[in-house]
């Protein structure tokens, strides 16, 4: 059988590390990660590979979730290579989030993403639940969830609250209305700081709520509720939007900005959203989301080479 992934969450190793000291400026990285039993370290950006346990992900629905079931021997496939690759951790989804995309009740959200926490259960990385479903969140958590991605920022208290009850991460995300609304001309004054203002509030709500500053990292959000122009105005002040030292997740894989900029179709932005990624890695990203592990850290491992002392 092929391995179940790395033995350190501190992958990828060669370079076994990226030095801030550069000849290009790169911020300090975000405090280690605290996600129940693992650690997460940012002596280099971190990569997080996307799981989407749905019919409809704009990106990859319907690979892992076909005829109403849960495609498990597909998904453990990929999470072995994704882990073999480099991934730290495994985001799992079963509710789209693209712009339009339908609602999806948390009872069916748990019978997608339920099964895969249990079938990936001894695999050696965080297991990260993408849901803003307070009820999802509490059954991921019970089946060994390391981590909740709340693309709604913590605004269910009774989220926040039940993240607060456990030992996992807490990735808190901005976004400008929800998933069916949020592309209808999104308007900031100043997107940086708007956000930045933002994901500092909700990160003392959380820390007010208990959950400890060593578990929470914040997320601006890219393609949620923003235009072309202000997802290049976070990605140039990335740096500006960190709260308290927490890690920046960022999410940037094959989204419609690196269409609108490339005119590539999904299925063909690998190098534009490489070259976002470097941007992003340079700018003071954290952990990274992404559908391409392997070409990801090849991407890491040439930026560690190049800063190396």
């Known amino acids: 059988m092929p ?11 060669k370079p076994s590390r990226l030095s801030r000291s550069r000849s290009f400026h790169l911020p300090v990285q975000g405090h280690d990660l605290h996600c129940r039993s693992r650690v997460v370290s940012f002596s280099q950006p971190q990569l997080m590979g996307v799981l989407n346990i749905t019919p409809d992900s704009f990106s990859d629905g319907g690979r892992f979730f076909a005829d109403g079931a849960v495609v498990l021997d597909s998904v453990r496939e990929q999470a072995i290579a994704m882990i073999d690759a480099g991934a730290a951790i495994l985001d799992i989804g079963g509710e789209s989030s693209r712009p339009g995309a339908d609602v999806v009740s948390s009872r069916e959200e748990q019978r997608r993403v339920i099964p895969v926490l249990d079938a990936l259960a001894d695999f050696d990385a965080v297991l990260s639940v993408d849901t803003y479903h307070v009820e999802t969140a509490a059954a991921a958590l019970a089946h060994g969830a390391g981590m909740i991605n709340d693309i709604t920022g913590g605004r269910d208290a009774a989220l926040v609250a039940t993240v607060a009850a456990s030992d996992a991460a807490y990735a808190l995300m901005h976004m400008q209305g929800s998933p069916q609304t949020m592309q209808n001309a999104p308007f900031y004054q100043d997107v940086v700081a708007e956000v930045a203002g933002y994901l500092q509030q909700r990160y003392e709500l959380c820390r007010a709520a208990g959950i400890a500053a060593d578990r929470l990292l914040v997320d601006p959000g890219f393609g949620f509720g923003k235009s072309l122009e202000h997802n ?7 740096e500006s939007i960190r709260v308290e030292g927490c890690p920046i997740l960022v999410g940037l894989s094959r989204k419609s900005m690196i269409g609108l900029i490339t005119d590539q179709s999904v299925d063909a932005r690998l190098p534009g959203s490489l070259a976002a990624l470097l941007l992003a890695a340079q700018n003071g990203a954290d952990l990274i989301r992404v559908h391409d592990v392997r070409a990801s850290a090849d991407v890491l491992r040439v930026l560690a080479a190049y800063a190396a002392d």
Request: proline share 6%; hydrophobic share 35%.
């Open 3 to 13: 391995s179940k992934g790395r033995q350190s969450v501190d992958q990828p190793k």
């Open 232 to 238: 290049l105005a976070l990605l140039r002040g990335l």
